[in-house]
């Protein structure tokens, strides 16, 4: 009775009231709506995203004297079939985008395995010299590609490699940047905790990395193999120095189309379009996976 007395009596006409942390819950479980500025502003920076890629199919469906009158259409054309024959007839697409897929491919997934594998060992593997090879590794990145060309082209003449896919293939198989990038991503997700409990368990530093580092590190390698790939499939400036027009890319069979004195632009951005399509096939694979892990870091605890 003496602690029942003792209890403070709330005031008249509260009783009935919500307690604030429900009021607050409820707060917390409503759909957020942002205002008519912030989707007027999405609108336009998607419309100025888009674009470019509507006005590619837009030149690539019409012909050249349309596209040189004032003001130009902004309605696809009946060329489109006709643009893709003639840019088959001018280039080797067919086999340039063979060849980019390898090399792409092969590159994605060697900079994928190989980067995921270095930045394991820099975030969480415990060896003499890991901060001075870890400061070389990201040194080596302010060093401007163009310097290594003549050694490089020297290298792959000397392998007899020029014009084969593998020298464009084995110089990208390990960027200092997919290893910055892996190492930083796995200090931030992989507790010390569980390898720690795998150690216990017995398990070996090849069955951690392929059972706990490779799951956790998904979201990502999705990230820098989306990078590495549109990396690789958009270069130019390597691929035209080691292949020729016999056993071309992408990028240097686009190089051949639109000859003659006036330059086809409808034929060019035609191939264009045939080149950019793998791109967008690629973030759309991968594009569920990346928005994940988005979202599975940012309602972590």
């Avoid at 604030?20 to 100025?48: P, Q």
């Avoid at 017995?202 to 390698?221: E, K, L």
Wanted: with cysteine.
């Amino acid at each position: 009775m003496t602690a029942l007395a003792a209890q403070p009596t709330p005031p008249p006409g509260t009783e009935d009231r919500p307690r604030r942390s429900v009021r607050r819950g409820g707060r917390a479980g409503r759909t957020m709506h942002g205002g008519r500025l912030s989707y007027a502003i999405l609108a336009v920076a998607l419309l100025i995203s888009v674009f470019p890629f509507y006005w590619t199919i837009v030149a690539a469906s019409r012909s050249n004297a349309d596209l040189a009158s004032v003001p130009p259409s902004l309605l696809p054309g009946p060329n489109l079939i006709r643009n893709f024959e003639a840019v088959l007839q001018e280039a080797d697409i067919g086999k340039a985008l063979l060849n980019s897929f390898i090399v792409s491919g092969s590159i994605t997934v060697g900079t994928v395995l190989c980067c995921t594998l270095a930045g394991f060992a820099f975030a969480k593997l415990r060896f003499r010299g890991r901060g001075a090879l870890l400061a070389v590794t990201v040194g080596t990145m302010m060093i401007p590609p163009q310097l290594g060309v003549i050694p490089l082209f020297m290298l792959i003449a000397e392998l007899q490699w020029v014009n084969q896919l593998q020298a464009v293939i084995l110089p990208g198989l390990v960027s200092a940047f997919g290893v910055f990038f892996m190492r930083q991503y796995l200090v931030q997700s992989l507790p010390d905790e569980l390898i720690e409990a795998a150690r216990v368990d017995g398990a070996s530093t090849a069955r951690i990395f392929w059972s706990i580092v490779v799951p956790i590190a998904r979201p990502g390698m999705a990230v820098l193999g989306m990078l590495t790939f549109m990396a690789a499939w958009n270069d130019f400036f390597w691929p035209i120095i080691a292949l020729s027009s016999q056993n071309p890319t992408v990028q240097v069979a686009l190089r051949q189309l639109g000859g003659g004195y006036v330059h086809d632009q409808s034929v060019i951005m035609a191939g264009t379009l045939l080149g950019t399509l793998p791109v967008l096939l690629v973030f759309g694979l991968l594009g569920r996976q990346i928005v994940g892990g988005i979202m599975q870091g940012a309602v972590k605890g």
